[in-house]
């Protein structure tokens, strides 16, 4: 037979709301959520792969809105070419009979949702096997059949699953419902395309994470990928290629300031030179260190100018420890209540018998004190 070619994807997530970004960017993260389909498909035509294989977390819930799954299903008709091959994951479990059943209806030729743990030749010389959730904590391990099933020697097998990987080393049994690291071993599979973490990630040379094809948060920075496999025969390596294939890049970066340094100069280095590639881009800065009242001001008025570039920006300032220097204390106030109040706030914050949660408390009222201040004098 020829080298076997596929793609590799899952945790999709469609219909994710996006709840905790700011209102203009919801829209945004949830077109690219269904646009991935057709990326995955160019992806698959690029390669020369015939089929697609989503390893679970299709929908984001057991109840997405009729839009979601139908256009989600149509998408995948697009190109009759590409075959999809999809299993429930734990967001999206078989337990969610009344979605699944009407997925089911209509549902076009070259897309195929798996409900049983059963091998499927889906061409000649290559069996799949599937272990569809059955609910969202299924209790035990569903891969174990697959050490069992026993198939033509002269074919490839492969899996598809959804769910968490024991961690290596120590002596204590594995917790229910988790896949051995060695499956593919056990089970003599030339591959196990694993979904349920994020993040790309690969167990040993046959089993790998495909991570999702669009991020969904800062746990994992830059793009989504996909893995474009490649199997020359039974027994053979996989080359496993990484494909980014995601819209929005997301990153977390660090900001150490100290005192001295021009904090709004600092934040500029760290973001993202080509600033039309920005509207496509979610970064949060957490800064920490220190700084002065003035230029923990300054790098407020930085972050807000910068925020309209981006789909999301955000700057974290709890680990910012202020350093208050008595021409900001003169900037407030040279006397009077506000000088007053200021001392007080200046002297909470750096006392050291306080917890340090009340201690940045007493420092971010300091600095919001300074900064109202700023906005009405300018």
Known sequence: MSAFRFIHSSDLHLGRRFGSLPEEARPRLVEARHAVIARLAAIARDRGARHVMIAGDIFDSETPTDGVWRQARAAMAADPSVRWW?????????????????????????????????????????????????????????????????????ALRIGLAHGAIQGFGGDDDPAEGIIPPDRARRSRLDYLALGDWHGQMRIDDRCWYSGTPERDGFRHDGRGMCLAVEIAAPGATPLVERVECGAFAWAEEVLPLVPGQSAAEALSALLPTDRAARRDQLIRVRAHGR?????????????????????????????????????DLDEIDHAGALRIAAERLATDAADEARDAAARRISAAALGRLYGYLQEDRG
């Open 291 to 327: 700084a002065s009242l003035a230029d923990q001001a300054a790098l407020g008025a930085a972050a807000r100018d910068a925020t309209p570039e981006f789909c999301h920006f955000a700057l974290e300032t709890t680990a910012l420890m202020t350093d208050v220097e008595p021409a």
């Open 86 to 154: 999809l299993i429930p994951g734990n967001h999206d479990s078989l337990a969610a009979e009344s979605l699944w059943r009407r997925f089911r209806d209509g549902c076009p030729a070259n897309v195929t949702l798996i409900a049983d743990p059963e091998p499927i030749e889906i061409e000649p010389g290559v069996i799949l096997l599937p272990c569809p959730l059955t609910r969202r904590r299924p209790g035990r391990d569903l891969t174990d059949w697959t050490e069992s099933c026993d198939t033509d020697p002269q």
